[in-house]
């Protein structure tokens, strides 16, 4: 009887998965494109300020303005802003250990800390005051705050805001994240920083992993280093605003807290774990590095194909004014707060 009933099953799930890949198919296939695109326009321009992320939601979103996207692909882009947003976001766990951390010392690991804190809070209620969309003002705290892209998506699991919303802070990151990895480099012989600092200082501040390394390494090695170890904490510290969000977005009681709180950050958490406590090979560091930012870069197109130009125009100049407001507060207090605390006398 049950050897029946197994194969009386086994088609009905066949037929079940080849349906639900043939729905998702098709529009995950146009999202890979554009972000294949992106990464190509990148290559022949040479235009590597620009992440691939970034990248794919712009193209995105000039072709879903330019081009009607039929209902036929609406499963697969849910699909990539879901499950492959989701997943990329895990798999950055492998690009952080507890070791690597803990390498920056005390006094610079409170540094940072503070640093994002006070950014993030001081957005929110900036963001109130310019009567800016509490979705809009949360996705620009969190992308200016902790990580940029990966931020603003990872927050917008628990924020829940529109296409445009996260359109919108993805280009407030993109813009003033440029101009710290173009700036700063050029004060850091005015401000009299040593290498060390200097890279604190951007791992801090500046917006996304690959500004920050771009901007730091110019000061040399131990600057690059420093700065890069810095930035992987403030990802790492992403699970706190995501739990402070989904404070935010329900009742404190224990029951909504978890209900609200984004599962896959737990296994972010299990990865930084499981990478911290197990050796694992350079090769496969890189995989999961390549893998990771191709989900999100995915993720970002299928953003971008349902943002509506019109509508982002329509959020007006304020949050941008948001953004300025969060970039020069972040690049200020950080500076204070690396010579204050992590750099005494």
Same mark, same amino acid.
């Given at each position: 009887?049950?050897?029946?009933?197994?194969?009386?099953?086994?088609?009905?799930?066949?037929?079940?998965?080849?349906? *639900?890949? #043939?729905?998702?198919?098709?529009? @995950?296939?146009?999202?890979?494109?554009?972000? @294949?695109?992106?990464?190509?326009?990148?290559?022949?321009?040479?235009?590597?300020?620009? #992440?691939?992320?970034?990248?794919?939601?712009?193209?995105?979103?000039?072709?879903?303005?330019?081009?009607?996207?039929?209902? !036929?692909?609406?499963?697969?882009?849910?699909?990539?802003?879901?499950?492959?947003?989701?997943? /990329?976001?895990?798999?950055? $766990?492998?690009?952080?250990?507890?070791?690597?951390?803990?390498?920056?010392?005390?006094?610079?690991?409170?540094?940072?800390?503070?640093?994002?804190?006070?950014?993030?809070?001081?957005?929110?209620?900036?963001?109130?005051?310019?009567?800016?969309?509490?979705?809009?003002? +949360?996705?620009?705290?969190?992308?200016?705050?902790?990580?940029?892209?990966?931020?603003?998506?990872?927050?917008?699991?628990?924020?829940?805001?529109?296409? +445009?919303?996260?359109?919108?802070?993805?280009?407030?990151?993109?813009?003033?994240?440029?101009? #710290?990895?173009?700036?700063?480099?050029? *004060?850091?012989?005015? *401000? $009299?920083?040593?290498?060390?600092?200097?890279?604190?200082?951007?791992?801090?501040?500046?917006?996304?992993? /690959?500004?920050?390394?771009?901007?730091?390494?110019?000061?040399?090695? #131990?600057?690059?280093?420093?700065?890069?170890?810095?930035?992987?904490?403030?990802?790492?510290?992403?699970?706190?605003?995501?739990?402070? *969000?989904?404070?935010?977005?329900?009742?404190?009681?224990?029951?909504?807290?978890?209900?609200?709180?984004? =599962?896959?950050?737990?296994?972010?958490?299990?990865?930084?774990?499981?990478?911290?406590?197990?050796?694992?090979?350079?090769?496969?560091?890189?995989?999961?590095?390549? =893998?990771?930012?191709?989900?999100?870069?995915?993720?970002?197109?299928?953003?971008?194909?349902?943002?509506?130009?019109?509508?982002?125009?329509?959020?007006?100049?304020?949050?941008?004014?948001?953004?300025?407001?969060? !970039?020069?507060?972040?690049? =200020?207090?950080?500076?204070?707060?690396?010579?204050?605390?992590? =750099?005494? /006398?």
């Amino acid at each position: 009887m049950l050897v029946r009933s197994a194969k009386l099953f086994r088609p009905a799930a066949n037929l079940h998965l080849q349906s *639900l890949l #043939s729905g998702v198919i098709p529009g @995950l296939a146009v999202c890979a494109l554009v972000a @294949l695109s992106a990464v190509v326009l990148r290559q022949v321009t040479g235009l590597t300020v620009i #992440s691939p992320m970034i990248g794919a939601i712009m193209i995105g979103i000039v072709v879903g303005n330019v081009v009607k996207i039929g209902d !036929w692909a609406r499963p697969g882009i849910s699909f990539a802003t879901r499950f492959l947003l989701r997943t /990329g976001i895990v798999l950055l $766990g492998f690009q952080i250990t507890v070791a690597q951390v803990l390498s920056l010392g005390v006094t610079s690991l409170v540094a940072v800390a503070l640093t994002l804190a006070a950014t993030f809070t001081a957005i929110l209620v900036v963001g109130r005051l310019l009567n800016v969309p509490r979705p809009l003002t +949360e996705l620009i705290a969190a992308g200016t705050s902790v990580c940029g892209a990966s931020a603003i998506m990872a927050a917008n699991s628990v924020v829940k805001a529109d296409e +445009e919303d996260v359109a919108y802070a993805l280009a407030t990151v993109t813009i003033f994240g440029t101009l #710290s990895m173009l700036i700063f480099p050029l *004060l850091q012989p005015m *401000l $009299g920083l040593d290498g060390e600092t200097f890279g604190l200082w951007a791992g801090a501040t500046i917006h996304e992993v /690959g500004q920050v390394t771009a901007a730091a390494f110019q000061a040399g090695e #131990s600057a690059g280093l420093t700065g890069t170890l810095a930035k992987l904490f403030r990802v790492a510290l992403l699970v706190g605003v995501l739990a402070t *969000l989904s404070m935010r977005a329900r009742t404190t009681s224990r029951k909504n807290l978890v209900a609200t709180f984004p =599962v896959y950050v737990l296994a972010f958490l299990g990865v930084i774990a499981v990478n911290s406590a197990v050796s694992v090979p350079e090769a496969m560091h890189d995989i999961f590095a390549t =893998v990771s930012v191709a989900f999100l870069s995915v993720a970002l197109a299928a953003m971008g194909l349902k943002a509506e130009m019109r509508s982002i125009l329509r959020r007006g100049p304020r949050p941008m004014l948001l953004g300025l407001f969060g !970039w020069l507060f972040i690049s =200020v207090a950080g500076l204070a707060l690396v010579l204050t605390v992590a =750099v005494p /006398g």
